[in-house]
């Protein structure tokens, strides 16, 4: 019994709300459900709609962008046992095979590489006041956000298992490494415009601005050190202001 | 106090929030969005935008894996803005002092919203229990009930954070302005900054990146070549 596409999208709107009760005992199964749950009513009834939510009753827990992926792979799967083809493990174990992989994929391109980048790309317009800094930020963030949440739902209804494979083309592990290193060339670069705009406060040459990189470095390794921002930002900032009430 | 600026910012500290963890993850709650957003609609755009500038790197590598529970810098941005745009029309410092003052006073209580999101979670696991039990009376609808039911949780930990950060901060910044008020004004264009620089510290601290001291030094030092050609 195949999905209509009103079904569908029922399914990638809930999908939005997977973590509206995220808690450390089950993480996102409720949110699964929840997601799951308009599929499930059109593919079963009655008790038979009890059992399937009791199955997914379970310790879920994967990157929330990804997760359309998992939960259309989940639905074909459903849809295949429902017309007596065995794939040979049960829904469980594919679950529980895929949400690791995607978690950590999805932590590692969207945490760690497309936001980083697209909040520095943001700050350097934002820093000179324009407005085009947070429209920006959504705009370089949320693009790959909607396109993954769509075509995770797409291909994994589509393909099933499959979506095992299509996940190691997308390559997010090599994206997220080509991000990470333009990331640092963007923060060298933003870097640069602090460090000519302090030499401006100084009214003092661009070549003051040199320092800025050293000093950048010299943090990152106090940082690497268990220092904490918050404390490093407080020290220093009171350092600067007691250097001015002293002058 | 003026309290449809209160009822404003409670409004959007719900909203990214919810975006945070619950709802969306739009990235609406990142300071670059979520304190403008506040900055506008309270009518001091320009503050927003400088809170948010100032705050986005210094938590950014701070990543939201499983269990853990980053700064929650959405209050703060949201909070601190609402501070500053009030400190601006009492005291007229300029904004850029406002601003760097209300994040200096409003960060150390912003902390407090790592604990009201880990109480949130907590609460949402009681949830578990009561879906279990709409399962054996044969109420599936009650699931998904149950399930947005932890939207109010998150919430209500978004506006116990606010409520710490503009409480502490309406004690403590009036305060910190009187005795700084000099200092303040002289040392805003560095604390603006300063902010920044420690973002990128923190930020590159964390980042394994091969050849990244050569990536950053490199494009450093052209950067500054550009910008003297300019």
Known sequence: ?247 | MDFTALGITALVAVLCGLDRTAAGQFMICRPIVAAPLTGLLLGEATIGLQIGAMLELLWLGRLPVGAAIPPDDSQVAVGCTFLAVMGHAQTGLPPQALAAASLLIGMPFGKAGQLFDRLARLLNARLLNRAELALDSSQPKQLEKLHLYGLWHFAAASLATLAVVICGGMVCLPLFCKYMETSLVSAAPWLWLLFPLVGIGSLLSGLKVPRGAFLFGGSFVIGLFVLALR
Not at chain 1, 33 to 50: E, H, K, Q, S, T
Not at chain 1, 78 to 101: C, H, M, N, R, Y
Not at chain 1, 125 to 131: D, I, M, R, T, V
């Open chain 1, 1 to 247: 019994m195949k999905l209509p596409r009103s079904v569908l999208l029922r399914v990638l709107s809930r999908s939005f709300l997977l973590q509206a009760s995220w808690n450390y005992e089950q993480m996102q199964s409720l949110g699964l459900i929840y997601a799951l749950g308009p599929a499930f009513r059109y593919y079963y009834r009655d008790a038979v709609l009890l059992a399937a939510y009791r199955r997914h009753l379970e310790y879920f827990n994967t990157h929330p962008y990804l997760a359309t992926t998992v939960i259309g792979a989940v639905l074909k799967l459903e849809e295949q046992t429902q017309q007596g083809i065995d794939p040979g493990f049960t829904i469980k174990e594919f679950k529980s095979a895929l949400v690791a992989p995607c978690a950590a994929m999805g932590d590692a391109f969207f945490w760690g590489a497309v936001r980083p980048v697209a909040a520095v790309f943001a700050l350097l317009l934002a820093f000179h006041g324009s407005w085009w800094g947070p429209v920006s930020f959504l705009v370089l963030f949320n693009l790959p956000h909607i396109w993954f949440r769509l075509q995770g739902l797409i291909k994994g209804y589509g393909g099933g298992v499959r979506v095992v494979s299509l996940l190691q083309r997308w390559h997010l592990s090599d994206w997220a490494i080509y991000l990470k290193q333009s990331l640092v060339v963007l923060l060298g670069f933003f870097t640069a415009v602090l460090g000519a705009t302090a030499a401006e406060n100084l009214d003092a040459g661009l070549a003051w601005g040199c320092f800025a990189g050293p000093v950048v470095m010299a943090l990152s390794v106090l940082l690497r050190r268990k220092v904490t921002p918050l404390l490093m930002i407080i020290l220093l900032s009171l350092l600067l202001l007691s250097w001015y009430q002293l002058h």
